[in-house]
């Protein structure tokens, strides 16, 4: 979906939040024609290339996100 930057300062550690990113995947999920899991909903991974990160730079993530409706302007997940 393209790139944002997490912090302008050095990563300090755990205790050193460097940023928020919401992104809406309302779109996306629909227009791709998936299907959500009836228990578990849809499985949306995130990846991210965390340069000057303590151990490796890539990190991923699986969320699992409850279907919103599908409707205009979606809903929360």
């Not at 999920?29 to 000057?52: K, Y």
């Amino acid at each position: 979906m393209g790139s944002t930057a997490i912090g302008e300062d050095p990563a300090g550690g755990a205790n050193d939040f460097d940023a928020s990113l919401i992104v809406d995947l309302s779109g996306p999920i629909a227009s791709s024609g998936a299907i959500a899991h009836p228990n578990q909903g849809f499985h949306v991974r995130l990846t991210i290339d965390a340069e000057g990160s303590i151990g490796a730079t890539t990190k991923h993530k699986t969320y699992w996100v409850d279907d919103c409706g599908g409707g205009e302007g979606g809903g929360e997940a």
